[in-house]
């Protein structure tokens, strides 16, 4: 007769037994398996957790509500005459714009999801020279005009690296989904969307031939179009900047924040004008950097010629 010593205890570990008997137990009862056929529901895991959340994306919302801060301090005129439209006679409710609101949200959410502080700051960077350039270009050539008649005005000049992080996010999402279609149909579309575009800028900017910034624009674009590159990535970027750039300039030509030559609120040209400037920041984020290197690799031996000091 086996003493009651030598029976297995729930919880009991024998020596050589490779782990606990009650610890198996509670794995077996909260596997998915067990959860589903009980009519139990799978734990999840933390939003933040989910969403890719992690310290520089709390960083980068930091930043993002210290530059709307640092925007409305220095151009307090700009806020007081916003401020200012608000009507006591009618509820706030009505007078608040959702739209603002909605964007802010879901712009904050998405620059927050998957951050990175060396890629993202690259990104920064290289969008707020390009959205300088666009806004220099547009307000010059009188194709937009900012209620402030600024050309271009500096106030606006963040929303280019906030929007371009938030395509950045989007385009990741829309590469998951679409990694199956086949690499030809997305050669074939690439050829049709942007050579679209390439046609619909040709006539919106028709009246603006004779300016250089209006030439510079078309042979950048003609390039970036015309430049070997994944061509799946910029289908996705594009769509993706569109998609934004829908509610932007639906937000900012329905304000007359800026008003377009068209006076369109908005027209399709700017909205696609949005996908265009994503690809050709992407590009320009890949290109620039190799670009760099060539420039030091040519002055470095060049140094070591001459026998001068790095």
């Not at 904050?108 to 969008?127: E, K, P, Q, Y």
């Not at 209620?147 to 606006?156: A, D, K, N």
């Not at 996705?236 to 369109?264: D, H, K, P, S, V």
């Amino acid at each position: 007769m086996r003493r009651q010593s030598e029976f297995p205890l729930p919880g009991y570990n024998p020596p050589g037994n490779g782990g606990s008997f009650l610890a198996e137990r509670r794995a077996d009862f909260f596997s998915p398996h067990h959860l589903e056929t009980n009519g139990m529901s799978i734990p999840r895991p933390p939003v933040p957790n989910s969403l890719g959340w992690n310290r520089t994306s709390y960083f980068l919302l930091s930043m993002f509500l210290a530059v709307i801060a640092l925007i409305i301090v220095v151009w307090w005129p700009l806020a007081e005459d916003y401020l200012g439209q608000i009507n006591p006679d009618f509820p706030i409710w009505m007078q608040v714009d959702w739209l603002l609101i909605g964007i802010f949200l879901v712009m904050s959410i998405l620059i927050m999801c998957g951050a990175d502080l060396r890629t993202d700051a690259w990104i920064v960077f290289v969008a707020t020279l390009g959205g300088l350039t666009i806004e220099a270009w547009g307000t010059q050539t009188l194709l937009w005009t900012y209620y402030t008649s600024e050309r271009p005005p500096l106030w606006i000049v963040p929303a280019w690296p906030i929007a371009t992080l938030a395509i950045d996010r989007i385009c990741r999402m829309l590469a998951a989904l679409t990694r199956r279609v086949p690499d030809i149909w997305a050669g074939r579309l690439f050829q049709l969307v942007f050579g679209g575009f390439y046609a619909l800028m040709l006539f919106y900017v028709r009246g603006t031939l004779e300016k250089p910034f209006t030439l510079v624009a078309l042979l950048l674009c003609a390039l970036i179009i015309l430049s070997p590159g994944d061509r799946r990535r910029a289908l996705i970027l594009f769509a993706a900047g569109a998609g934004l750039g829908y509610f932007l300039e639906r937000w900012g030509t329905t304000r007359e924040c800026w008003t377009y030559y068209t006076r369109e609120t908005p027209p399709l040209f700017a909205v696609l004008a949005h996908g265009m400037a994503a690809t050709a920041f992407w590009r320009a984020g890949v290109l620039l950097p190799v670009f760099f290197r060539k420039i030091l690799a040519i002055r470095i031996p060049s140094r070591e010629r001459t026998g001068s000091a790095i």
